[in-house]
């Protein structure tokens, strides 16, 4: 996500913190909570070009010169950002960190350090920071982001300023894909998939999920082209079954669900907005509102079931001879 698209995304977090600072009244420290895709990490470094910007206007800074263009590429002497290594954030990263900060900034002007993900902090890098957070030094500033804010540590947490980030538009996301040429489609599932833009153009690119769009399309339509939806499942079925992640069992059959329930609008003569070429060719008068509330029943246990383990093919198998 770039640093414009959360500007427009998350304007009330923008706005707090340009008046905080026109008003001389930032916090030292700072936690940015909202679901991945949200901004957080992007809002954090326009934070930090907020205060070291070469030419700024209005409190905001330009985004364009040299200072703001290091903070974006993580070039900046001044900007620290700190993550996890495999899944957590250790002690040693922490207390590097401070060794560094204790020291005059390399260049002019406040120091800004960012922890992405700090519920991923173990037990001792969370104590090690809180002795930071305790005891800040002038022109010292801390942003945390994080998913969870109950995953981080109370004392912590009492020491920064929450920030919420409101979730992405599924519609917004959508919309946006479409801009870069994708299907119209494939834009559609992958925005109930992901709120996460850089997320949804990796699923895009990657091709797999198209071809998880495609059999849904086969399998849903089958029967009104007077073919077995089974059949068509076991012609592409590799798709699914060479791949052990679960997570794509559960987009085939959300798939599915959106598909049918597009299917209902038409029998009930509302407006369709997707899947259009497919539903084009069916007659009104082959819809039949109960069937299709049975088959969105049906599709809706089939995903419970997927919780458990399961023979994926005995699954299918069974699915597709109930619808």
Not at 219 to 230: C, E, G, L, N
Request: proline residues 2%.
């Amino acid at each position: 996500m770039t640093i414009n698209e959360v500007i427009n995304l998350q304007p009330e977090v923008i706005n707090l913190l340009k008046n905080a600072k026109r008003k001389n009244k930032l916090v030292h420290a700072y936690l940015f909570e909202g679901d991945s895709g949200t901004g957080t990490l992007e809002a954090g470094k326009y934070f930090a070009q907020m205060l070291l910007c070469e030419n700024q206007e209005n409190d905001s800074p330009c985004l364009k010169c040299n200072t703001c263009e290091r903070i974006e590429y993580n070039s900046h002497l001044n900007v620290v950002i700190i993550e996890a290594v495999g899944e957590v954030i250790r002690k040693e990263q922490i207390e590097s960190l401070m060794h560094d900060f204790s020291f005059t900034a390399m260049e002019k002007g406040p120091q800004i350090y960012i922890i992405k993900d700090a519920d991923k902090m173990n037990a001792a890098a969370a104590n090690s920071l809180l002795k930071f957070l305790e005891e800040p030094a002038p022109n010292h500033y801390a942003i945390l982001t994080t998913i969870n804010h109950k995953k981080i540590l109370d004392t912590i947490y009492s020491r920064c300023q929450h920030l919420h980030f409101k979730p992405a538009s599924t519609n917004q996301l959508m919309l946006d894909l479409i801009k870069e040429d994708v299907d119209s489609d494939l834009a559609y599932i992958t925005s109930n998939i992901t709120n996460d833009l850089v997320e949804a153009r990796k699923m895009v690119a990657e091709g797999k999920l198209n071809m998880v769009l495609n059999l849904a399309k086969k399998v849903s339509t089958a029967r009104f082209r007077k073919k077995d939806p089974y059949l068509e499942y076991y012609l592409n079925r590799n798709i699914l079954l060479d791949n052990t992640d679960k997570r794509w069992h559960w987009i085939f059959l959300d798939t599915l669900i959106l598909i049918y329930k597009e299917m209902l609008l038409k029998e009930n003569k509302e407006p369709i907005n997707h899947f259009q070429n497919q539903l084009d060719s069916i007659k009104e008068e082959q819809l039949d509102k109960q069937e299709l509330i049975k088959i969105l029943n049906i599709l809706n246990n089939y995903e419970e079931r997927l919780n458990y383990n399961v023979n994926i093919d005995l699954l299918y198998a069974s699915l597709f001879s109930s619808i």
